[in-house]
């Protein structure tokens, strides 16, 4: 597979030699190149290919696209020199051209490569043997302004979107997670605050015994203010105290039962949140890799095989 790396016009001479006219191949440490001559000149050049397979099926490529006029694209760089590449049907450039101090040399270059009839000044419009490597910036910016033309890039570009979203829906997942734990906690302290107003505020057992003493004046004026009204008044007395004893117990018992089984059910409450928030993430975060590889995936099918050059 070529690696967009072209060389200068004297590496491909020294290459090859001899030119002749036609296809020249070439092979320089264990890459693979090939160029094609007219005339004494060389036209067009390859980058390098790490297969001699890899190379010879770009031949063939450029073989097929080049009688297709189209199929050529013409530029120049920031010092005034001409180029053209030559595409195939996937847009993926297969091979470039040297340099030409005009652009009517460079389209009388393409006339002829792709009718095979070459006009009399064709061959001696006079090829720059400047580098193609030279003005690196210059030519990666219209590298990437090619890019953003391609349709690969649109499909991309939604595929990206959709990553988008799925990450907005994780991320308002998680917030409602959030939220239900964080009403749970404030439930819990809710229940906590009542058990505390009903098992600490005011102690209304103590009431009891005064509303018990008129009963007890009743009774004693009932007998008549018989002798035993003092250990009678006594034995009263001292059942209230029990009684009230035994209310408040019960009383702080089921408080503190209510307070227990509410902090239970908070603490059940804000651990499921906290499940659901760690799956919903887990989910989400599956999802957006899934996008992602797929974005991945189709960047690199509709980039075209430059091995091929179909």
Not at 137 to 147: C, D, F, L, P, T
Not at 224 to 240: F, L, R, S, T, W
Request: positive net charge; proline residues 1%.
């Amino acid at each position: 597979m070529a690696t967009d790396n072209y060389k200068s016009l004297d590496f491909y001479k020294k290459g090859i030699g001899q030119i002749k006219d036609g296809f020249s191949t070439f092979e320089q440490n264990g890459n693979f190149f090939f160029t094609y001559n007219k005339k004494g000149k060389i036209y067009l050049i390859s980058e390098d290919y790490t297969t001699e397979k890899g190379r010879d099926n770009g031949i063939e490529s450029v073989k097929k696209n080049m009688k297709d006029k189209t199929r050529f694209v013409k530029k120049s760089n920031n010092s005034g020199k001409h180029f053209f590449s030559l595409r195939a049907g996937n847009n993926q450039e297969i091979a470039r051209s040297t340099y030409f101090d005009s652009e009517a040399a460079a389209s009388s270059a393409i006339s002829g490569l792709s009718t095979g009839t070459w006009a009399a000044g064709a061959a001696a419009a006079g090829l720059a043997a400047s580098k193609l490597s030279s003005d690196k910036k210059v030519e990666k910016k219209e590298y990437k302004a090619e890019k953003k033309e391609y349709k690969p890039e649109k499909k991309v570009h939604k595929t990206e979107k959709k990553v988008h979203k799925v990450e907005k829906r994780t991320e308002r997942k998680v917030e409602k997670a959030a939220a239900a734990s964080y009403a749970g906690s404030t439930r819990k302290e809710t229940t906590t605050r009542t058990t505390e107003v009903k098992s600490g505020g005011f102690k209304w057992w103590w009431l009891l015994p005064l509303l018990l003493i008129p009963i007890l004046l009743f009774g004693l004026r009932g007998c008549g203010g018989c002798g035993d009204a003092g250990a009678a008044a006594a034995a009263v007395g001292d059942k209230v105290t029990d009684t009230a004893k035994e209310i408040k117990e019960d009383v702080s018992d089921v408080a503190s039962a209510t307070a227990e089984a509410a902090a239970m059910k908070a603490k059940e409450a804000e651990a499921a949140a906290a499940k659901l928030a760690a799956e919903t993430k887990r989910k989400a975060e599956e999802a957006a890799m899934a996008a992602k590889e797929e974005a991945r995936r189709q960047a690199n099918y509709f980039s075209g095989n430059k091995s091929s050059g179909y």
